[in-house]
């Protein structure tokens, strides 16, 4: 390979910076030529352009010859080159699509800004931004989420201002608003410790209902600490109810930009939450494998950049989403 490629790379430092100044053209470099949708073995100059025209699209001097002092070249669409943006660091502002977390959770993705009664909020998960059912209203949110290295007090961006509470069953429950259980349950204890025994009982509701949302807004500190914009993808057209087969798309903290089908509706599933704890949900979404661990938060949106949903859970080999309109009417949002 070593003898092979000399003679194409000395041709490419001659023909490379030429190439570079034609229209459309974003990238020169050596490669295997494709034909018919098919990689051949033999090396090739290919042309990386932002979109492929036509040569009756194109100037002469902009065509790109098919060979070069004996070499083939090859024309690759690729579109336009950039940096690409770390999902998983600090921004400020904070758009969608990043790291996020309440200060006591891993890391989630920041959906996208909503408004409550006039006021702009961050929309994610609650089990992102009040850990599962067990933040208080108040507590710091973080960007970004502490294992990407967001610590308190310095990545500080918003308080939880409000969740939906996941309705649980199995594991240990939550405590339990019942007083006669709560006063049964006090004066076992006391009995208890009167005995010297060290063990102690709470009361717990176990919950079966089942959800329609995994859902929590935060309010930031400070409105120019967040973007409306959505990294990746841009700002929200507004919103749409999500069909089946619709072309969908998503920017998340851990596989960033991704796009994909809703391939079910009338979803009913159970998602497991952690110490032997599930909740049902119903009339979600299902999508194929466009998540993975992290993207929890993520919106999702249509080609036109509508809310779709809120992206909550999944598998290797599905998303699952809570539709919009009941994230939104649940928390009383607004764009």
């Known amino acids: 390979m070593a003898e092979d490629i000399k003679p194409v790379q000395k041709v490419l430092r001659h023909v490379c910076n030429d190439f570079l100044k034609k229209q459309n053209v974003v990238a020169v470099g050596i490669g295997y030529k494709i034909s018919g949708g098919i990689k051949s073995t033999r090396l090739s100059i290919i042309c990386s352009v932002e979109q492929k025209l036509s040569r009756a699209q194109l100037y002469r001097e902009d065509l790109i010859p098919q060979h070069v002092n004996g070499v083939v070249t090859d024309v690759v669409e690729t579109g336009r080159m950039r940096a690409l943006a770390i999902h998983r660091q600090r921004h400020r502002p904070a758009p969608g699509g990043v790291s996020i977390a309440h200060r006591d959770v891993t890391a989630g993705t920041l959906g996208c800004v909503v408004k409550k009664n ?132 998503k920017s998340g903290r851990t596989t960033e930009h991704t796009t994909g089908l809703i391939d079910q509706v009338d979803v009913t599933v159970d998602v497991q939450y952690g110490g032997g704890q599930v909740g049902r949900f119903t009339d979600q979404i299902l999508a194929g494998p466009m ?20 992206l909550f859970a999944g598998s290797d080999t599905t998303t699952i989403i809570n539709r919009m309109e009941h994230v939104f009417s649940a928390l009383d949002l607004s764009l």
């Open 118 to 249: 006039g006021q702009h909020m961050i929309l994610s998960n609650n089990h992102v931004l009040a850990n599962s059912n067990a933040a208080q209203v108040g507590d710091a949110i973080l960007q970004p989420g502490s294992f990407d290295g967001g610590t308190f007090p310095g990545d500080h961006i918003a308080n939880l201002f409000e969740f939906i509470p996941i309705n649980l069953s199995g594991g240990s429950g939550l405590p339990s608003n019942c007083s006669i259980a709560r006063r049964f349950v006090s004066m076992l204890n006391i009995f208890a410790a009167i005995s010297g025994s060290r063990t102690r009982l709470q009361a717990v509701s176990i919950q079966t209902a089942d959800n329609l949302v995994d859902a929590a807004i935060a309010k930031p500190l400070a409105d120019n600490d967040i973007s409306t914009n959505i990294l990746d993808i841009g700002d929200i057209g507004g919103m749409r109810q999500g069909l089946l087969g619709m072309a969908i798309q």
């Open 291 to 310: 998540s993975q661990g992290g993207d929890s938060g993520s919106v999702v949106l249509d080609t036109d950049n509508n809310l779709i949903g809120l």
